[in-house]
């Protein structure tokens, strides 16, 4: 079973960066997306950012301009956020997905999550 393991959360002031990362423990066929979610407390789970195979790229509108997703060119099945001036409304828990579609069937893959806490 194919694992995503997150790095990168944790506590920062206002203002600051973070970059989060996520790598699959295996080599996983048929990448169509590869994204990020968070999820803040009494909320549901949004999407921040994605990034196809082709290197399109989608954000929120609440990152768009500050956070920047990308992919390790190298090692396929990784896939960074990087989030600069930070606020504390960016506080969650901030989940990987790697979405793959292979003869129209979709299946989705998930981590753990890592949080992200930003103090004021």
């Known amino acids: 079973q194919v694992q995503l393991v997150e790095s990168g959360g944790g506590l920062v002031q206002a203002g600051g960066s973070l970059r989060l990362s996520c790598a699959a423990s295996?080599?996983?066929?048929?990448?169509?997306?590869m994204a990020w979610y968070r999820q803040a407390p009494g909320k549901q789970r949004e999407l921040v950012a994605s990034?196809?195979?082709?290197?399109?790229?989608?954000y929120a509108d609440s990152v768009k301009g500050r956070f920047t997703i990308s992919r390790d060119n190298n090692a396929k099945n990784t896939v960074y956020l990087h989030m600069n001036s930070l606020k504390p409304e960016d506080t969650a828990v901030y989940h990987c997905?790697?979405?793959?579609?292979?003869?129209?069937?979709?299946?989705?893959?998930w981590g753990q999550g890592t949080q992200v806490t930003v103090s004021s």
């Open positions: 990034i196809t195979t082709g290197g399109s790229t989608n």
């Open positions: 295996a080599t996983i066929f048929g990448i169509s997306t």
């Open positions: 997905n790697v979405r793959t579609t292979i003869l129209r069937s979709t299946n989705d893959y």
